[in-house]
């Protein structure tokens, strides 16, 4: 189960101090060394099957490892995301059926079966992950992220931050998080993930003509930025 909270960031200057952060409340905050580049592309099948399942399916490059994801929504409120997740490193063809056996590609399979998949939307983000930690425990992942996001041949970037929660922390843990950073920075929810996102401007799309999915061959690669 993925449980995180969404917010925009539309100042630039928000986002460098949250950068800057090293404790919320009781928590402390620990950055990783280095922060991720990542391309992300979200999947479906020419007749939009997993997307009629509130089911999606990407995969992801980052550091020259591809990690596909399976998640099905429970919806959103407010900034508040809850989704089942399931995932596995893949090695081989993109289509499930090449993935290793997993519960990751036993569900998307039963929704999609043998159909083709097509690229719905692409998205590069440059990520800044840190650790929330309380009493020696990490209850939380903090990501700041920037970049774009690429569907129908439109393009708009975005600069958010997620607080997703991790085994060893609670909804308080994560209701409290919240409340520390939306009373010291001007923070907006964001209801929609990145896919959906996407997603919409895909649907916007008025000339049938730009619309040109095709059945997926690109090779996803360490070389993909």
Not at 204 to 221: D, E
Request: charge should be neutral.
């Amino acid at each position: 189960m993925e449980i995180e909270a969404k917010f925009r960031v539309a100042d630039r200057q928000i986002f460098t101090q949250l950068l800057s952060l090293s404790a919320l409340g009781c928590a402390i905050l620990i950055p990783h060394a280095t922060p991720e580049q990542q391309h992300t592309i979200y999947f479906d099948t020419p007749d939009d099957a997993l997307r009629a399942q509130r089911t999606s399916l990407r995969v992801r490059v980052v550091a020259g490892r591809r990690i596909a994801t399976v998640k099905q929504s429970h919806g959103a409120v407010g900034g508040l995301h809850v989704r089942d997740e399931w995932e596995t490193p893949i090695y081989a063809d993109i289509h499930p059926r090449s993935w290793p056996p997993s519960e990751a590609r036993t569900r998307a399979l039963t929704i999609m079966g043998q159909k083709p998949l097509v690229t719905r939307v692409s998205v590069h983000t440059h990520r800044h992950c840190i650790h929330v930690r309380k009493e020696g425990y990490c209850i939380a992942e903090l990501c700041l992220d920037e970049g774009y996001i690429e569907a129908g041949g439109r393009v708009v970037s975005f600069r958010e931050l997620e607080i997703e929660l991790r085994e060893s922390g609670t909804m308080a843990d994560l209701d409290s998080l919240c409340t520390a950073l939306t009373q010291r920075f001007s923070l907006e929810p964001e209801s929609r993930g990145k896919r959906t996102r996407g997603l919409a401007l895909f649907d916007a799309i008025s000339a049938p003509s730009l619309v040109q999915p095709g059945v997926v061959k690109i090779a996803l690669s360490a070389g993909v930025a």
